[in-house]
Structures are given as structure tokens and as C-alpha cells.
């Protein structure tokens, strides 16, 4: 393939420079941004699919508005990556989601066209919302406000809530549907079908033509009169099924052409006009321009290394054995719920991520995804449990963070037989601060009617799947990372464990590692590297942070003169502070020297740069057992 040539996009480094092009030059920088996107991610994975879509739409975005000025909150941020080329980052965009780069999503400290954080969905309508609000009360009523909700982000009700109050609110807000029928698995609900209904009823392909021909025909004349028979159209084309938008006082214009820059421009152009709470609907592919990527955009939301000159995935074949957790979590809740007929699955909109897709295939009356609404489905597993069912509901561990008020009183104060599989605990790589589940082990800890037990390997991930659905538990949270197992034989025949006991993996003589989770295979390799030093550590795996097996804590203490604990969690609230409690209360003459995460918001990264970042890695440890033992 011929060597691209970015002849439009060099000339362009921020929104002023895209004023300043005629439409045929808007036309080639959107297939060199689109060019680029694709060049660059194909050795260096990020969000593909979703940027690719919004090419046209960021272009004509900043076309329009008078950005930083005008206020541009995008959800979910993985949809910014045009954006980022745009606003005087091109020539960082190769070092996107690396150690020290620019993020994957947009970050207010990072620059000044980037209006709000957005790693996670559905906060978009409400942060432009308070914009626009504080705007009138600071009596700029000029200012424009500009939410872009998509790849699914529609579904979660926190979209709704904002919707609510800004139909409403009379603010100065502008909500742009994304609407390409998928977020990182296919869309699903209601919702979807609606949008689907619009952008495909004979009722809205006429009302497009008489926009249309609308616009040719009232070539000058005002604005609000353009609008206001626009908006009479479109109420008398969906007088059969009605238009949510418009019934929550929302001036309601498409559904568009998402991918036609010259039309998005004159329409975002004359919408600036009309003030008030405004919805535009764009139809986009996700995926769009790149053959592969527009007919799997799933695989392609984020495809990690590919060709860029045929679009095709760099595949590592590592055989038929699951060799992550999230494999070996999909193929035994199959294997369970074939013994258990009370097994349901349960994912808010990652069913790929999470392998339930395994469960979804085989049985797809019993495995279910309710899109991106992680309370709803903590709620709804809530439900299923009060009527004797065993509901597995897997959550990503940042996602969780956002259902933690029905965990405590849906869930734990009825003392419902619920399975949390938390999905990626821990540092997770390059998605960065917005994703690392960190903070899962101490927010989870003070909860009563809960269990929480994170695996050492594949085995142990079976056992406390198997062990949780036996019920008569409550509460039951697994916790694992992401990615990466043992790689044994991960099909072992599954047996129950006893709940908050750990165990130990090795004797040593004066120093002890406490462990939990995956973590604990680190802690055995310093151990063993200790060993070659002369100095034998013993290390345990707790197995359980709640309860704490409190009788191995005081045997360890009996018996050693230092105790390391270790985890991939937040150093503040997590195992550490559980063991140091324990230590404190029943006034144990020991030694606690906590490792774990440290008490700030951590980067992206790759996982080995950012272990040795938290210093959790093999070789921290390793230090902290020689620094203990030349004081001994």
C-alpha cells in the first residue's frame, strides 16, 4: 500500500486552522484523519471502531463552535479520538493510552478542549447541562453547550435523569445522538428498537425528503421559521408512536447522515441559533472506513494489534485452552448452571468482555444483557434471588462503583444469594485511571451480609464460583483481574471451599507475605528469588478479605516477626488495612509492612510499567524483604 500523505491534516493543529478550509479540503482532512486513526492504532491499540465513526461529526463540531469556548463533552470519551487530532495533539496521538501519552479518553488537565472527563457513560447530558446552568447564573448566555452521547451511552439511566431535568431547565444544551445500533457488544432494549424504528419507518424517509425540500425552496429565509416547520414535520410524521425527545420538551431534528460533513455543518450551524434544550439525531457506522472494522465492529471496538493495509487482526494462537480468567469465568457458569438450573447470568453491556457471550449462545433464556445500566442489572439480580433463583452478575470492577448503593440495599441488607463476579480488580493496563478497579476491595470491606474472595489461579476461580452457587450465602463477590491466568489445566473438578479460610503456599522462617488474588503468584516468585538470597519467606493466600480468616492472622503472627501483605487494590481500606486491624485490636506483637496500591488516581500504562509505577511488582517486593531482613 502506497505510503498516505496527510496533505490537509498537516496544515491543521487546532479548531481555528479547520476554519480556515473550503469544503473539499473538510472532505480529504476527514479520510486523512480517518487514514490516520488507522495507522497509528495498528501498532498501537486503543479505541478504533467508535473514533472512526465520529470523524465527520468531530470535524464539523469544531467547525462550527467556538471551541474551548463553547463547552463539548463527549460519551463515552472513546468516541474523541478525532477530537484529540484536532485540538493540538496530532503529533502526540502516537503515544495514546502509553506510559506518560496522552489518554484514551478525554481529561481536563490534559487540554483545554477537553470540557469534562468522560472514561465511563451516560454522565455527558448532565455535566453540559450544569455547564449551560452556571453559564446563564454567570450571565453568559452565549455560550454553547454540547453533549455527545453514543456507542450505547443512551441506555444508562443516568442519560434519562439528565434528560429530565434539562427538557425542563430551559438551559442552553444541545444533546447529539450518536446513534450507530452498538456500543462495544450489539445494543440491546427498548431503546435500541426505537431508534432503529425512526431511522428505518417509511414515515421518517419521507420526512427527510420534505426537510429536504424544504431547505432548497426557503433558501434565506430565517432560522426559527426553517426550525419551526422542521419541527411541525417531524411531530406530524410520528403521530402513531410518538417522539420521546419531544415529549421531554426537547426540539427534536433527524435523524441525519452522521458521515455527511457539509450537511452536519450548515445543520449544527443554523442549530446554534435556537436556544433552549435541543436533541440531534446522527446516524453513524461504527467502524466506517475500514472494511473489517464496519462488518465486526465488536471485535474491532478495540482489536489490538492489526494490519493497517487490510484491516485484519494480528492473531496470537495459543491453542483451545482458555488462558484468562474471563474465559474460564464463561465456559463454568455454563458448566454450573448445566448441574443448577437456578443459574442465571447477568452483564450490563459487556457480555464479550466478560465471556457471559459463551452462556448467551448455549442458553440464551437464562443469560442476559441489560445493556449499560450496571444498578439496573444489580437490581434485577436482586429480584431473581428473592424468587429462589442464582443469579451470576458480572460487573467490571470501576463499572461497580456505580451500583454500590443497591449492592448495599438491594442486595446485602436483604441478605439476597447474589454472585458478583467483578471483572478486571485491579490495575488494568492502558484504559487507565477511569478503569482501574482499585477501589473494589475497600468500598466492598465495611458492607455487612457480604462475602469477598478474590482467586490465586483458574482452580480457585472455579472452586468459588462452584462454592457461591450452593447458596445460603448472601452477598458472594469473586474478584479477579483481567487477562492472564496460570495457565494450568483449568478444568479441575470443582469442590467447595470454606468460606474465610486461606492457606498456605509456603513456610519460610521470620517473614510472612498475605496475599489475595492473582497477586499471590507474584508474592511466591519473590519468595523464591528470596530464597536464592539466603532468606526463606513463607507466603499465604488468604483467599478471603470478608470474612478475614482472623485465627491464620494470629498463627502467622505467633510464628514470624514481619507480615507482608500485598494486593492489587487500594493500599487505603483493603487487605492490608484489614490485617493491620486485626494486628491492632487483639495487640499482636508484629511487624505490618502494607503493599498495595497508593493513594492517588494512577495513569495508563502498560500492566508491568504501572505495577513497577505502585511498586507491586516481583522486584518491590523482593526489596521489601531484603530491606526487612538487613533490620532483623
Known sequence: MEKIQYDVLEKVNTPDDLKKLSCDELKTLCEEIRAYIIDVLANNPGHLASGLGTVELSVALHYVFNTPDDKLVWDVGHQAYPHKILTGRKNLFHTIRTYKGISGFPKMEESEYDSFGTGHSSTSISAALGMAMASRLQGNNTRQHIAVIGDGSMTGGMAFEGLNHAGDSKANILVILNDNGIAIDKSVGALSHYLTTITTSSAYNRLKNKIWDFYGEGKGKKHKNFFRKIGLITKSALVKQSNLFEALNFRYFGPIDGHDVENLIKILGKLKDIQGPKLLHIVTRKGKGLEEAEKNPIAYHAPGLFDANTGKQVVNDSGNKPLRYQDVFGYTIVELAEQNEKILGITPAMPTGCSLNIMMDKMPHRAFDVGIAEQHAVTLAAGMAAQGMVPFCNIYSSFMQRAYDQVIHDVALQNLDVVFCLDRGGLVGEDGATHHGVFDYAYFR????????????????????????????????????????????????????????????????????????????????????????????????????????????QQVASKYTDIITIENGALKGGLGSA???????????????????????????SLKELHKECQIDTDAMVSMIMKIATKQ
Open 446 to 553: 465495611p458492607i455487612p451480609n457480604i462475602t469477598i474472595a478474590s482467586p490465586l489461579d483458574e482452580h480457585e476461580l472455579r472452586n468459588m464460583m462452584y462454592t457461591a452457587q450452593l447458596g445460603g450465602k448472601g452477598a458472594f463477590v469473586i474478584r479477579y483481574p483481567r487477562g492472564g491466568c496460570v495457565n494450568l489445566d483449568w478444568k479441575n473438578p470443582m469442590q467447595e471451599i470454606a468460606i474465610g479460610k486461606g492457606r498456605c503456599l509456603k513456610e519460610g522462617d521470620s517473614i510472612a507475605i498475605l496475599s489475595i488474588g492473582h497477586i499471590g503468584n507474584a508474592a511466591l516468585e519473590a519468595a523464591s528469588i528470596a530464597e536464592t538470597k539466603g532468606i526463606n519467606v513463607a507466603v499465604y493466600d488468604m483467599r478471603f478479605l470478608k470474612p478475614l480468616d482472623e485465627d491464620l492472622i
Open 579 to 605: 490485617v493491620a486491624e486485626v494486628v491492632a485490636d487483639s495487640n499482636l506483637k508484629v511487624n505490618v509492612h502494607r503493599m498495595g496500591i497508593p493513594d492517588y488516581f494512577v495513569a495508563h500504562g
